[in-house]
């Protein structure tokens, strides 16, 4: 990250600090959710119920067109080369065999690529979506192994690739730090995670900590982690005169278009971004090298390119979650209550990026101390910029803290779940602010019991079934609410009774389209098949990011605002000859495809009446959500207590996980179908960082050796137990419909429980991940 970019970082956190003393002494009334939804109330309508996905039949008919799917006239295929080392400069590059190659149209490289700006990287401004800063393909500078030296475009996809393997590249090598332990010795820098230093203290944590009864003190380690969404990065790309359209698989269309325009020199009215259908994102699908070396290919042959990276590709060119060094000390008293919270240590990050992971984030409301000392530092390495990933810092930083609470509960001959309970913090831990709603008792309480935890035995590897070792284990996950700022709507509503909402969200198999249709009609009083969700493109108004499990809310927010706005011009349109004359919008809600007055439901009139009246074949209003400020007025997260069964063989050390229940307390649950398979999925990938996940680092070079599915593993059916999942549904009365994200919450704690669990049955205490043979032979 250059100067400049560090100025703006700075900039952002003094106005957050600033903003975070002042907001918390407002009023509630004063701050968005300090009224609750009205749609809290509503209980026997869609809200809750078991909706299946409106794209469930488009995708399994494969009527849904993927980014990598969409056509486009006289179209060619790109396949890339990528550099071989870490850090220096392309001394001689070979592109004649590929330019000879049967099929090819042209070779891209830095000698002939179109000029382009470099992209602002993300952070570094509201509409910034960038990976790096770096320019890309404008120079002969190396900067990770991995990184694209050449683009390749063949009549076919076929053609393409065996064209990219005949690029030869020689290079003038420079010194490049790929070791951690050699960057850890280099020294390293403070943290800073969304503008915010990774740094919290309460008190002297040291001190206290060397005076307490009890106490635990140990390394944690978590490995790096490659994103291995099904749908792999793709985008069918062509230039319309001056107006570039971008066919992509995206998590951010509105970003995307902004930072790309800026890259070419256009108006971002200029760049439209398509993203209908997205196969799986997880923090990966945003803005890649791949879209902007696309649209720079199109421009310069003159013809479409679609440019789908293989699954070697996407480790090359899309970052993953790095490595952490977590050191977790916890000490308390007699009683158990805890005195002390040190979670401190380090990871990799490279120099054109502010990625680290925030293994503190999950640490800093979890419990009860009387002092703690969180902070996260970063050592710089040659590599590929990191990014986000599923649950980014809570997913590893819950492993080590829940890890450590395990141990201390052995340390004191304690319950693990008892010991979780009597830490129940009843405000923040850190600042003193009020929960907005917080019900993880309720989720131990009710999840323990149906997990048949009293049945557990507290000594280690005592419990057998024939020749496997069985054990319990329990952790504590957490994600906080997030509601980023930029969100809009546009809703449509014709004299029929039919309602469009129109969002510049994404739908990444998780039901956004689903669950914002059944709010939206609940909202409007319409019935579900009556409303229609367009999405997924940057032409509509507002920035909404699918990621931080905030979409919901920011999607929620925004129609709250539209609609708002749209009784509002319904009374206009009313007039002085509706029942709902003189009524102010607050003073009326929607039922029936009508306008009601909220404690006199008689006086109402209907929207085909009021636009009939008003000779109105339509009425169209756009909104954007009021600015996030309950963030910083209540402490908000989303609970789960996670329970997990493993079986290890006392002869082979196989490891085998039985079953895992998730309890959660997550606030209102809106699609009670769609948010079961979240949960579900969250807690697989949380099985794949406990048993299996880990990115292949050659540190003498910076190349990832395990570049596919084959090597790098995931969990397959076999590794999946039964999973059983349950939830508080206790609506949150400070956010839009009571609810809380759901998308990450299910990956944080699992590694923990699993761990906590392998203790249970073997003895043996594994603080490295992940979790195989080896380390339990």
């Not at 304690?414 to 979780?420: G, H, K, N, W, Y």
């Not at 009425?619 to 997260?637: D, G, I, N, R």
């Not at 790098?712 to 956010?735: F, L, R, S």
């Amino acid at each position: 990250m250059n100067l400049a970019d560090e100025a703006k970082v700075k900039a952002q956190a003094l106005m957050q600090n600033v903003m975070g003393k002042l907001v918390p002494l407002a009023p509630d009334s004063w701050v968005p959710g300090g009224v609750p939804d009205p749609l809290i109330t509503h209980k026997h309508g869609l809200i809750g119920k078991p909706v299946s996905r409106l794209d469930g039949p488009l995708k399994v008919r494969g009527a849904a067109k993927f980014a990598a799917e969409r056509p486009m006239p006289d179209m060619v295929y790109a396949a890339l080369a990528y550099s071989t080392v870490a850090k220096g400069r392309i001394e001689t590059l070979d592109t004649a065999a590929a330019e000879a190659a049967t099929g090819v149209v042209a070779v891209m490289t830095y000698r002939n690529a179109p000029r382009m700006n470099k992209p602002a990287v993300f952070g570094s401004s509201p509409t910034a979506a960038g990976p790096s800063d770096l320019p890309i393909m404008q120079d002969a500078e190396i900067h990770w192994n991995g990184q694209p030296i050449a683009v390749v475009l063949a009549a076919t996809l076929e053609q393409a690739e065996h064209a990219a393997s005949l690029v030869r590249a020689t290079y003038q090598l420079e010194g490049a730090t790929t070791s951690f332990a050699e960057a850890m010795m280099e020294g390293t820098k403070q943290g800073i995670f969304n503008g915010e230093a990774l740094l919290k203290k309460k008190g002297d944590a040291a001190a206290a900590l060397a005076a307490a009864a009890h106490k635990v003190d140990h390394l944690y380690r978590t490995p790096r982690h490659n994103h291995n969404a099904i749908e792999l990065h793709g985008a069918t790309i062509g230039w319309e005169g001056d107006t570039l359209v971008i066919h992509d698989a995206t998590q951010m269309v509105t970003a995307e278009a902004q930072t790309i325009a800026d890259v070419f020199d256009l108006k971002a009215a200029q760049v439209r971004i398509t993203s209908p259908y997205v196969g799986g994102g997880f923090g990966g699908k945003c803005l890649w090298d791949h879209q902007i070396l696309g649209a720079a290919a199109a421009k310069m042959v003159g013809q479409p390119v679609r440019i789908a990276l293989s699954r070697e590709g996407v480790y090359r060119v899309v970052g993953g979650r790095t490595l952490t060094e977590q050191r977790v000390a916890i000490g308390a008293d007699a009683d158990g209550r805890f005195t002390s919270i040190i979670h401190t240590g380090a990871v990799a990050m490279t120099a054109h990026n502010n990625m680290p992971e925030p293994f503190i984030a999950g640490t800093q409301a979890a419990y009860a101390t009387e002092t703690a000392y969180l902070q996260v530092e970063a050592a710089t390495m040659n590599m590929l910029a990191n990014t986000f990933m599923r649950a980014p810092g809570e997913s590893v930083g819950t492993f080590a803290l829940e890890s450590a609470v395990d141990e201390l509960a052995h340390e004191l001959g304690m319950d693990p779940v008892e010991l979780r309970l009597k830490n129940e913090p009843s405000e923040d831990p850190l600042d003193g602010r009020p929960f907005s709603s917080r019900k993880i008792v309720d989720a131990w309480r009710t999840g323990a019991e149906r997990f048949g935890w009293p049945k557990r035995n507290p000594t280690p590897a005592q419990t057998r079934d024939g020749d496997w070792l069985v054990g319990l284990g329990c952790a504590t996950g957490t994600y906080p609410y997030y509601r980023m700022p930029g969100s809009a709507a546009r809703i449509t509503l014709t004299r029929d009774g039919h309602a469009t909402i129109e969002v510049a969200a994404h739908e990444m198999g998780m039901g956004t389209a689903t669950t914002t249709a059944m709010v939206a009609a609940e909202r409007l009083g319409l019935p579900m098949e009556r409303v229609e969700v367009r999405y997924g493109d940057s032409s509509i108004p507002g920035a909404i990011l699918a990621g931080g499990s905030q979409q919901t809310a920011a999607i929620g927010a925004a129609v709250i605002a539209a609609y708002n706005k749209l009784v509002g011009e319904l009374l206009t349109l009313a007039g002085n000859d509706s029942p709902l004359a003189g009524l102010k919008p607050e003073e009326v809600g929607s039922e029936g495809g009508a306008l009601a007055k909220l404690d006199d439901p008689a006086r109402r009139e209907t929207y085909a009446s009021i636009l009939d009246r008003a000779a109105r074949d339509a009425v169209t209003v756009e909104a954007e959500a009021s600015q996030p400020m309950e963030l910083m007025h209540w402490s908000m997260h989303s609970h789960s207590a996670m329970f997990a069964e493993v079986a290890v063989h006392a002869v082979t050390a196989e490891l085998r996980v039985r079953r895992i229940l998730g309890s959660f307390d997550c606030g209102r649950i809106l699609n009670e179908k769609t948010a079961r398979s979240q949960f579900r999925g969250g807690i697989i990938m949380g099985l794949g960082l406990a048993l299996m996940e880990e990115t292949q680092f050659d540190e003498r070079n910076g190349r990832i050796m395990n570049p596919s599915l084959a090597e790098y593993h995931v969990p397959v059916h076999m590794d999946v137990p039964e999973i059983d999942v349950i939830w508080t549904d206790i609506a949150d009365p400070h956010t839009p419909m009571g609810a809380r994200g759901i998308g990450e919450i299910g990956i944080t704690g699992t590694a923990a429980a699993v761990a906590n669990a392998v203790f249970n049955a073997t003895g043996k205490r594994v603080r490295d991940l992940p979790i195989t043979l080896d380390k339990l032979l």
